[in-house]
């Protein structure tokens, strides 16, 4: 991975976990946890790709392993977050440009349940049966519905903010093409502004176009001639 990818993930994946331990975790909602890490590692996924999508899944899931106040078996959550990233990179447009919203909304669920299940499995495999005293149906409706309600406020950012550090031409060309619609709007709102203040200034225009639009007329038909 390139360096800008390596410390844009990082502050991500940071500024997340700190986000989901400190506040999120907090909230005693009913069900699971918005789970705003997962969120990050898919919208960088969808930018970088499968391979960059699993490598910052499993940083990602290491660092929430190792943090306070964990109380899983270490690696069990970078594992769940690796297979995550990774499929969720195999749906990165070639174009780096997604045509709509459905598509990572369903990619945002499909992730939601299927890490909720990746890990209540691995649990169950290490004998962790917390899921079973808490309801794996209950927590699997709660984990993709408050995912999917955070989604449009984090993983858009997430995706603009990579493709900016990648310098994509993308990112470039969207904001410049809207602040020159908007320029022109206030020059045209400007223009006819003035225009309507001046008494006779409509027609004393007109005029000039068309002695503007004859003499053009007649130097295009000269031309024409030759």
Not at 59 to 64: H, P, S, V
Not at 72 to 82: D, E, K
Request: net charge positive.
């Amino acid at each position: 991975m390139r360096v800008n990818r390596i410390l844009l993930s990082s502050a991500l994946v940071v500024v997340a976990l700190v986000i989901q331990v400190s506040v999120l975790a907090r909230l005693h909602l009913p069900g699971a946890v918005p789970d705003l890490l997962l969120l990050t590692v898919l919208g960088l996924a969808m930018v970088y790709g499968h391979v960059g999508g699993a490598l910052v899944g499993f940083g990602a899931g290491l660092l929430a392993d190792l943090a306070p106040p964990a109380d899983h078996a270490a690696g069990r959550y970078a594992l769940v977050l690796c297979v995550t990233g990774y499929f969720a990179g195999l749906i990165r447009p070639e174009n780096g440009r997604l045509k709509s919203a459905t598509g990572p909304m369903a990619v945002v669920v499909a992730a939601a349940v299927g890490s909720t299940l990746l890990y209540a499995g691995v649990g169950a495999l290490v004998g962790d049966t917390a899921a079973r005293h808490v309801g794996l149906t209950s927590l699997l409706i709660s984990a993709a519905l408050y995912d999917l309600l955070l989604a449009p406020f984090v993983v858009p950012g997430v995706m603009w903010l990579a493709r900016r550090a990648d310098n994509d031409p993308l990112t470039e060309t969207g904001p410049a093409a809207k602040a020159g619609d908007i320029s022109s709007g206030w020059l045209s709102s400007g223009t006819g502004l003035r225009i309507g203040g001046q008494r006779g200034g409509l027609g004393a225009l007109k005029t000039k176009a068309r002695s503007r639009s004859a003499r053009g007329a007649g130097r295009i038909k000269g031309v024409k001639r030759l």
